[in-house]
Nanobody
Framework: QVQVAESGGGLVQAGGSLRLSCTPIGLRLVNYAMGWFRQAPGKEREGVAL????????YYADSVAGRFTISREIPQNKLYLQMDSLKPEDTAMYYC????????????????????WGQGTQVTVSS
């Protein structure tokens, strides 16, 4: 049975940093596309950072490019999202997800491309 668990969220001031962690159980990162999504109240779920199973291809939403970095530790089977220069508009529930599809993502990532989801971790950025 596959489980995905996120951690590392919290409250931070604008301009600060946080690192989210994702620990999948029952799957190996090298076999799945992994992604970080976020959802703010009243908004659609947004794909912010993805990494292909090979690790060679990544995707970032325009809203986070240059500030967020997705990475993996293969031996420990962990996924990370380093978030720097945080802004109040980054406030959302952040989710880790795993899937077996990969496309040429531009501007939008269909959440349905990802099969396994964590429960989410809250990130709040104060101004």
């Amino acid at each position: 049975q596959v489980q995905v668990a996120e951690s590392g969220g919290g409250l931070v001031q604008a301009g600060g940093s946080l690192r989210l962690s994702c620990t999948p159980i029952g799957l190996r990162l090298v076999n799945y596309a992994m992604g970080w999504f976020r959802q703010a109240p009243g908004k659609e779920r947004e794909g912010v950072a993805l990494i292909k199973w090979s690790g060679e291809i990544t995707y970032y939403a325009d809203s986070v490019a240059g500030r967020f970095t997705i990475s993996r530790e293969i031996p420990q089977n962990k996924l990370y999202l380093q978030m720097d220069s945080l802004k109040p508009e980054d406030t959302a529930m952040y989710y880790c997800a795993a899937g077996t599809k990969w496309r040429e993502y531009k501007d939008y990532v269909p959440p349905d491309d990802f099969h396994y989801w964590g429960q989410g971790t809250q990130v709040t950025v104060s101004s």
